[in-house]
């Protein structure tokens, strides 16, 4: 989708303010570009919403963890979370305060567990009652105290995609409120562990703002009796609008709703997807037009390796041209299937994009594609990865080059 970032000017659509083909004509398609205004306007957008709770941000490093946007959202005042050591390892390299990191996941080893005590992270979401007894030995060996906030699984079903919906019973993360209630009834059998918080997180793109007050409710409930317990991270999942006809609550509308209902709380989030999606898009190049079976095909440059979330999630990013020659250009916009050259029926981008007449050659962009794009791209059909673009105002600069065969073959050389 357009926005102030990302617009037309003089029939060209440019990125804040550099056209996206000066861009293309520099380090080629397909490449990702974003832009820092959008990036630090969701900051924003989210600080002033909940401001009343003073809350503690930390950005999901999984929606998209390149290193030269992780420190925008460092400087910009962002912990991070993270879902692995990995995760954890990429924020230090972008200069993050391991104090400032909270280490998430529900599979974490007991080399990644190791790795986090010793390098000093702020918070543990624990999943589960073993891996809290890991992490209190693991933490008694080295000497330390863990601050844990256990994960609970409220037992709620997000009305969302099921791939992405993470707070109902049959879903692998968190707790039964059971278990945290019998785990609190004996926090003092963890004598290396402070176990000082409550974590939910429901699942992505939530629609309905209710959900997740109702979750909120249930893990108020469990941390009722212990007055010492009035730390609460709600996760993320704030929903963004991939296409015009999306119809999903505002962060103001989630922050209206939960601002009285945490009054006296902490509140933590891990917001990932509603910083960085519409701050990104991906650029590609028309290979080849042809028709069959009574559709019009556009085989783009751009693919599933890249973007895989089409394939995965039956995702719509809308796909737009880079040029438009003038008004009429788009009356004469038809439906096209736009797809990529991996052999696959499932490498699509688009199924319905609205285009006007393309040749080979032109460009067009993949909106809203800044979460879960690059951070899932494969090297499927031995393709390269391709460069990431940071625009800042009226210039630009690469902040990851495109991957070449070599990069691809060296751990098998």
């Keep these: ?136 030995t693991l933490a008694g060996e080295t000497g330390q105290t863990a601050q844990v906030a256990l994960r609970l699984n409220p037992g709620i079903q997000a009305q969302t995609h099921h791939h992405i919906a993470t707070g109902h019973f049959g879903a692998k993360f968190g707790m039964t409120p059971d278990i945290i209630q019998d785990i609190l009834a004996h926090r003092a059998d963890y004598a290396h562990l402070h176990i000082a918080g409550l974590h939910i997180h429901i699942g992505s793109q939530l629609g309905d703002v209710r959900e997740t007050v109702e979750a909120v409710r249930a893990a108020q409930a469990l941390a009722a009796p212990y007055a010492d317990m009035r730390t609460l991270n709600i996760g993320g999942g704030f929903p963004v609008h991939y296409t015009a006809s999306d119809e999903y609550p505002p962060p103001e509308a989630f922050a209206t709703a939960l601002v009285p209902a945490l009054d006296g709380w902490q509140l933590m989030i891990e917001p990932g997807r509603s910083i960085v999606a519409d701050a990104g898009m991906l650029l590609v190049s028309v290979l080849y037009i042809k028709e069959q079976g009574g559709q019009r095909f556009v085989i783009s440059d751009g693919s599933m390796t890249e973007l895989i979330r089409p394939a995965l999630y039956d995702a719509i990013h809308p796909v737009i041209p880079v040029r438009v020659s003038d008004q009429a250009a788009n009356h004469e916009a038809k439906p096209a299937i736009v797809v990529g050259p991996v052999c696959e029926s499932s490498d699509v981008l688009h199924r319905g994009a609205l285009l006007p007449p393309l040749v080979a050659g032109d460009r067009l962009a993949v909106m809203v594609a800044g979460a879960y794009g690059m951070v899932m791209a494969s090297n499927y059909n031995m393709r390269p990865r391709p460069p990431e673009v940071l625009v800042e105002g009226d210039t630009w600069r690469v902040i990851r080059r495109r991957e070449t065969w070599q990069d691809v073959l060296q751990f098998e050389m």
């Design 1 to 136: 989708m357009i926005n102030d970032s990302f617009h037309y000017q003089a029939g060209s659509l440019w990125g804040d303010g550099v056209a996206l083909d000066t861009i293309a004509e520099a380090v080629g398609t397909p490449a990702y570009v974003y832009s820092a205004t959008r990036l630090l306007n969701n900051v924003h957008r989210l600080q002033t919403a909940f401001a009343p709770l003073s809350p503690d941000i930390h950005y999901s490093i999984k929606a998209n963890g390149n290193l030269a946007l992780l420190r925008l959202l460092k400087d910009a005042g962002l912990g991070m979370d993270a879902v692995s050591a990995g995760e954890i390892y990429r924020a230090q390299q972008a200069g993050v305060d391991p104090a400032h990191i909270v280490y998430a996941g529900v599979g974490k080893t007991r080399t990644e567990i190791a790795y986090a005590l010793a390098a000093g992270v702020g918070w543990f979401n624990v999943e589960s009652h073993a891996e809290l007894q890991l992490l209190n």
